[in-house]
């Protein structure tokens, strides 16, 4: 018996302990008062049992609420940095949208005085060979776009509409080969043809060596190949050499636009006035 006591000791004195706390619970119900010796000493070794239990009570009681404070503040800034996200957005296509208006508006200014009417296009691609160059725009033949309009920025001629396919249409830059353009100095009205290099950079042709042509001199368009209106800015010399063979002047310009950044462009819907034909001799008016 005595070894049955001693091997289950632990559960005998939880079980007293039970029975103790039942029975002050009991008591304390049918006398209602102050408690006795018994009961203040179950209570004496009961107490740090319960405190401990409410003790680690309220700490997981904190614990879950520092979690859930912590997933609903987790939640917010996830919240908070997609909102942030959408301003963001939102104000840098407000900003586009802004700079494409003022980019249409300087354009209407810088070309409103050529008397004649434009569209304003967009470029949406470019030619990446290093020889060719060209760019495409968003406006075609519904928009009334044809072959071989002007296209020109606030800063001067860029090039003009070589092919037209649909809702879009190719413009041949002047800095291309195969571009050509009638042109004059502006200081000092000597004519020549500014052709594409293809490298960012046209040659003044046809000049002769006698002309008075300077570095800076400002390039204009003469309207004589009946494409270009006449006086548009297209080019700036900036380099003369005399030194060659030949009747002619060696002659380098920088076009006035810059033809690596814009992005808008003014289509002219330029109509030239017709030639009229020369009378044929004996008609009225000849001599």
């Avoid at 840098?92 to 005085?113: D, P």
């Avoid at 606030?154 to 413009?171: A, F, L, Q």
């Avoid at 076009?255 to 808008?264: I, L, N, S, V, Y």
Wanted: aromatic fraction near 8%.
């Amino acid at each position: 018996m005595f070894r049955y006591l001693v091997r289950n000791r632990g559960i005998l004195l939880l079980a007293l302990i039970i029975l103790l706390s039942f029975f002050i619970i009991t008591s304390q119900v049918r006398r209602p008062g102050n408690a006795t010796l018994p009961e203040r000493v179950v209570s004496t070794v009961l107490y740090p049992f319960a405190e401990g239990t409410m003790t680690v009570k309220n700490a997981f009681r904190r614990a879950w609420g520092n979690y859930a404070g912590l997933v609903d503040a987790r939640n917010e800034n996830a919240m908070l940095r997609k909102e942030n996200r959408e301003f963001y957005l939102e104000n840098l296509r407000l900003k586009e949208a802004l700079l494409k208006g003022s980019e249409s508006a300087e354009l209407g200014a810088s070309l409103g005085g050529f008397g004649c009417p434009y569209v304003t296009a967009h470029v949406i691609g470019r030619d990446a060979s290093s020889w060719f160059k060209s760019a495409w725009i968003d406006k075609g033949s519904p928009g009334g776009i044809t072959r071989d309009m002007p296209a020109a920025t606030k800063d001067g001629v860029v090039g003009r509409i070589t092919k037209v396919s649909g809702w879009t249409s190719r413009i041949t830059l002047i800095t291309d080969p195969e571009s050509a353009v009638s042109c004059i100095t502006q200081r000092t009205r000597e004519p020549g043809i500014l052709v594409g290099e293809g490298g960012g950079l046209c040659r003044f042709q046809y000049v002769g060596k006698s002309a008075d042509v300077k570095v800076g001199d400002l390039l204009i368009t003469s309207g004589l190949d009946r494409v270009f209106p006449e006086g548009m800015p297209v080019g700036r010399v900036v380099s003369v050499s005399k030194a060659g063979q030949g009747y002619f002047q060696d002659i380098e310009a920088c076009p006035t636009a810059d033809m690596k950044r814009f992005e808008a462009v003014a289509i002219l819907m330029y109509k030239p006035r017709p030639i009229s034909p020369k009378p044929a001799p004996g008609e009225k008016g000849v001599k």
